[in-house]
């Protein structure tokens, strides 16, 4: 083994996957259920290889967890600390299980490749650093070793005769190089030549001829053979004697390097070793070192080494020498204080921040090089700017979730609110018409209360439906070639009488020459009629509204400005946000969903325009602009439709009325009957069919949402029947979207009623009865599209 790990885990069953990991490694797993146990552990390992990482477990305590990395980390100060089991959301700040001494976090449930990945660069670290403090022992020691052999003169002790080229070796010599002892007095110095390894042989006859001739020491080491066959290193040390006559002599020593070289060659390895995890790991590192001002303040560091995940994860290329400052002179001072309190104080840190001129954020590791005094620091880096850019983006979303779930409930109250003011009046109207039977002038302004009411209640539908619309961009528009005059004339006599009830003066200014618009004339009329409406509501009783038109290039221009209560500055990018109220305004007005000018915006957009809103400021009113794009010159008119038929002139027909709600059912069938017709009334689908052989009506008015036997079921069985081709089938139905009218037309419907239905759409209905009666239709009715009957307040 080539150490131990200890694993704290207080859990039943502790994760396999730590154990095969230490294993595959190559590591003696050391398991403890409680910390005790764990410091236990770690005081008596005296005996056994020391603890190269320790993995604290969390178990849901919080201050166990904290307690457990700083009692461990001061228990076993060279090993790494690595927290584990943390959920992805813990209840602490990664930062504060930092500063409690972590190194590292392994999130619940542990993840293998992670927990390789972490464990191989700290086990790595680990043993290449105990094996560089091995060979550095060793190292160390056979120097103590060549020092006392030196110093008790175990060393080879030789004399060159320059003039003869024969050598005199003591007996150590003479071992050493493998010669016979009688060659001790006087061996020629090619016999000791023979014992060099060959290719060591040139270079030290040139070092050797060189101190002969130069006078300069002679300093070799080479390979000499042992007596076995193998080989060991000498290091050859000598001078030349000028005294020792005029032949000159050389003399000198040789000892034995075969540790010193054995060490020094353990030593490059783990060098090496090092090197390859330094430039193979896929985290950034970088070794620096710090530079200070006059005041030893860190100010500034220099780069000593980096690998190529550093230039990976910084964008710094080039950046070995130089400093940071060069590099990025924006760069924030804390980083240079938190690097250089590492440096000072010996104790590694491991947080979480951001280079803002970098663009990056970044998960950090960095420790001290060297012993005390050192100004080196080594930095691991993780770039985390996309982990951290998620996270902030889902922030965002949870924070846009909020608001819109906020805006939502308000919507919901507001609604109830809404539709509650115009159901009390109507309730209280049929009271009173109840009482007031007697007094038909009370019961006509009764009447007319309970109009207006059920007006604004069916706008208020209307409104939601056709944003559900077009959220779901189900609109369906029927552009024409229509007059803009025609179209602003509809919509002020649409929103006069709230106009008129609140005594404002309408000024009204359309240009002199005709503007034509292509466009579904219906949807303008509401954007304008919403506009003034929006206008009279805002503002205060007695105030002034201007309609004005004019034509700019190819577009018309609609401006509904009024001296109401304005709109702050702040509010104007949020007047067309869905839900949205003004601030303050329920105090000028009785309240809204808040919808208005989102569906406004929204048609106006359908139709190519734009629309924009302009206040100086609370108080002082405001104008709302439209730019519409003007029909092509030319374009062609409109065909004028066919005349219709007064709706008094229209004979009495027979009718059937089939609708499982009574009161919806008898109501329209006694308006039915008040409009001279003949009126059967049917409750569900099986009896609508029993009684339409002996009726032979018309006409039938048919519900499609009825239990039993739907509206569709009885259109298609009603079309199954070629003696009932010519009863004309109009649908009664809540839904009026396309999607609701193409499958009424599938079904077989002639015509869609919209509910509630009102007496315009239903004499409309009545006039095209009476002109099939009158000229029979070529097309079968399950061929013939349902026509959309409905007046604007039923879309």
Known sequence: MQGRVLFLCDRPVSDPAIGTVAAEMGYDLVRAHTLDEALAHARHGDDLPGFALVLAGYS??????????????????????????????PPFTLESLYDAGALAVLHDPVSIPILKAKARFFLEAYATAAERRGAETALQDTRARLEAIIAAAEVAVWSLDIATGRVRGDARMIEMFGLRPADGPGADVAMYFAAIHPDDVPPTQVLLGRAMETGTPYDATFRVRTPDGAWRWVLARGHLDRHAGTRGMMRGVVIDASLQKEAEERLQASEERYRTLFEAIDEGVCVIEMLYDDAGIPSDYRFIEVNPAFVKATGLAHAVGRTMRSLVPQHEAHWFETYGRVAATGEPVHFVDEAAHLGRWYDVYAARVGPAGSRKVVVLSTDITERRRTEL?????????????????????????????????????????????????????????????????VHLVDDLLDVARITRGQVDLKPALVPLADVLNAAVETS????EAARHQLDVRLPDEPLMLHADATRITQVVSNLLNNAAKYTPRGGHIVLAVECDGEQALIAVSDNGIGIPPDALGEVFRMFTQIPNATRHMPGGLGIGLSLVKSLVELHGGTIQAASAGTGTGSVFTVRLPLADHGADKAAPGAPGLDASRIPALRLLVVDDNRDAADTLAALLSVMGHDV???????????????????????????????????????????????VMLVALTGWGGADDRARSAQAGFDAHLTKPATVTAIESVLRDVESRRATPQEATPQEASPQDVSSPADR
């Open 393 to 457: 983006e889902l922030r965002r979303l949870a924070d846009d979730l909020a608001e819109q779930d906020r805006r939502k409930t308000e919507f919901l109250a507001t609604l109830a609110h809404e539709l509650r003011n115009p159901l009390a009046p109507i309730r209280s109207g049929l009271q009173l018409m109840r009482r007031a039977r007697a007094d038909p002038a009370a019961i006509a302004r009764v009447q007319d209360i309970m109009d207006r009411q059920l007006d604004h209640l």
């Open 680 to 726: 059967v009334v049917a409750h569900d689908g099986h009896q609508a069919l029993r009684m339409l052989g002996g009726l032979e009506p018309h006409a039938v008015f048919l519900d499609i949402g009825m239990p039993g036997l739907s509206g569709y079921e009885v259109a298609q069985a009603v079309r199954r029947e070629p003696r009932h081709d010519g």
């Open 60 to 89: 849901g305590n919080v201050d166990a967890l904290f307690d457990s990395v700083r009692r461990l980390r001061a228990a076993l100060p060279e090993a790494p600390v690595i927290a584990h089991g943390v959920p992805g959301s």
């Open 496 to 499: 006069l009488p709230l106009i």
